[in-house]
């Protein structure tokens, strides 16, 4: 990325979807003192719900700074056994039914929606074959996701993913790519 970014605010279900997003970008050049800290443990009920129910909150912030801010918004909410595609037009409704517009082209909004959950990814960036039904390991500590991020970086780099690749997560990289070209452009 070749812009600065002011804030990076990561709305997640989970510790270990944020810390496997922040390594993320940081290893693609995001600086790591940018991020705006999370209280998982103030946070009552389900993950998912807590998500859908405050992007519209998070959106109007970062709309109303955006302007004179080099902001950005990761959004990641698992796709649980549903579809991606259904899970945007969640988020979306949920925006529309607190009279905000939803994610715009231009905004620096990016969605992560990894299907089952996180883990799926990082079975299949540990070098397993997934399918997106079946339940994964988690991992021991949220830390030990460097490797995946590691290997997802160099993926990123020459823009393939080994195949056969999950198809959420072919939409989560078309999704950076369009974010990225975004703060490329400022």
């Not at 600065?4 to 709305?11: D, E, G, P, R, S």
């Not at 993320?24 to 940018?34: E, W």
């Not at 390991?137 to 991020?149: I, S």
């Not at 078309?174 to 400022?186: K, N």
Request: net charge positive.
């Amino acid at each position: 990325m070749k812009v600065q970014l002011t804030n990076v605010f990561i709305l997640c279900e989970d510790l270990q979807t944020y810390t496997f997003i922040r390594r993320f970008l940081v290893r693609q050049g995001v600086n790591d003192r940018r991020f705006a800290p999370i209280d998982f443990k103030a946070r009552k009920g389900s993950g998912e719900q807590y998500v859908r129910e405050q992007l519209p909150n998070e959106l109007k912030v970062y709309r109303r700074k955006c302007h004179h801010q080099m902001n950005a918004l990761i959004v990641a909410i698992d796709a649980d056994t549903g579809e991606v595609a259904r899970r945007v037009r969640e988020l979306e409704n949920e925006c529309k039914q607190k009279g905000i517009d939803p994610r715009q082209s231009d905004d620096r909004v990016m969605y992560v929606i990894p299907k089952r959950n996180i883990e799926t990814w990082l079975a299949y960036l540990s070098g397993s074959e997934v399918n997106e039904n079946d339940e994964y390991k988690r991992l021991d500590f949220e830390r030990d996701c460097q490797g995946c991020v590691d290997r997802l970086s160099a993926m990123c780099k020459s823009k393939k993913l080994r195949e056969p690749a999950p198809p959420s997560l072919q939409t989560a990289c078309t999704e950076y790519e369009r974010f990225r070209c975004l703060m490329d452009q400022g």
